[in-house]
């Protein structure tokens, strides 16, 4: 029988990679402390930076696809620290912090906006998922971030809204999780959408409920809350709805066309 997914231990605290150190430190809004010796540059959206040491360099870190990027909404350039020196980053936001240490040749994917921060070595792309269930449901659709360990050892952190639970399907395991619930898998994932269509009775009006269908093999992490920071009823396809409280997935059958 599947596991059941358990919550991300919040009392790590600190961890370590090549050419740095880390800390997460906070309850409600917590922070990620870095102290890097130059040789690993870390990257970031520029607004999550909480404070930062004179001798840590801030500079551009650029991507590719920026046009695509910039009609969904999207961040179109990173900012990227370098040099020696302690510097943190916060999102304004209630939730968990955690770390995914990737080695040479792994990769994950990841829900828009997750990130917090990764290092220099992680080769970071993004696809758009479109089609017919995005149109509908999500309007612009859904961009899944894609992070590889290009050398070495590299080190993802994301936020999560609430707090995440984790848990590893073996091959052929499912789990259904509401759109906007989950926040990371990794790669090996299978992912399909399973909608149920609700009726009350004959002739009566009903909605459907919309579920991501993940499979194994792989680890699938889950946060509890969920934030949309592009507005209303975005992307509920593909894993990017918006929770709306008391309606999580449940989406009414009749469209309003002002949405």
């Known amino acids: 029988m599947p596991d059941i997914p358990h919550l991300v231990p919040t009392t790590v605290t600190q961890g370590q990679a090549p050419g740095l150190g880390y800390r997460i430190e906070g309850e409600l809004v ?9 040789s690993v540059p870390i990257f970031f959206e520029h607004h999550v930076v909480l404070w930062k040491q004179p001798s840590v360099e801030i500079r551009l870190h650029h991507m590719a696809g920026a046009m695509t990027r910039m009609f969904a909404g999207m961040p179109i350039m990173m900012t990227e620290a370098a040099g020696s020196g302690q510097l943190a980053f916060s999102r304004d936001a209630p939730g968990h912090v955690l770390a995914l240490h990737l080695q040479a040749g792994e990769s994950i994917l990841t829900r828009e906006h997750g990130l917090l921060a990764a290092t220099g070595n992680l080769d970071y792309s993004f696809t758009q998922v479109g089609g ?3 149109m509908l449901f999500g309007k612009q659709g859904l961009f899944v971030d894609r992070f590889a360990c290009s050398s070495g050892e590299g080190v993802l952190w994301l936020h999560g809204h609430g707090n995440v639970f984790e848990v590893t399907l073996g091959a052929g395991e499912v789990i259904d999780v509401e759109p906007g619930s989950w926040l990371y898998r990794d790669e090996s994932v299978g992912y399909s959408q399973q909608m149920m269509s609700l009726r009350t009775g004959f002739r009566a009006g009903g909605g459907n409920l919309v579920f991501n269908r993940l499979t194994g093999p792989g680890r699938v992490g889950l946060q ?24 999580g997935g449940l989406l009414g059958g009749f469209l309003d066309p002002s949405t």
């Open 224 to 247: 509890s809350g969920f934030y949309e920071s592009r507005g209303d009823a975005q992307s509920a396809a593909a894993g990017n709805s918006s929770k709306s409280p008391g309606l």
């Open 30 to 38: 917590p922070a990620l402390h870095v102290a890097i010796d130059g």
């Open 132 to 134: 017919v269930a995005s």
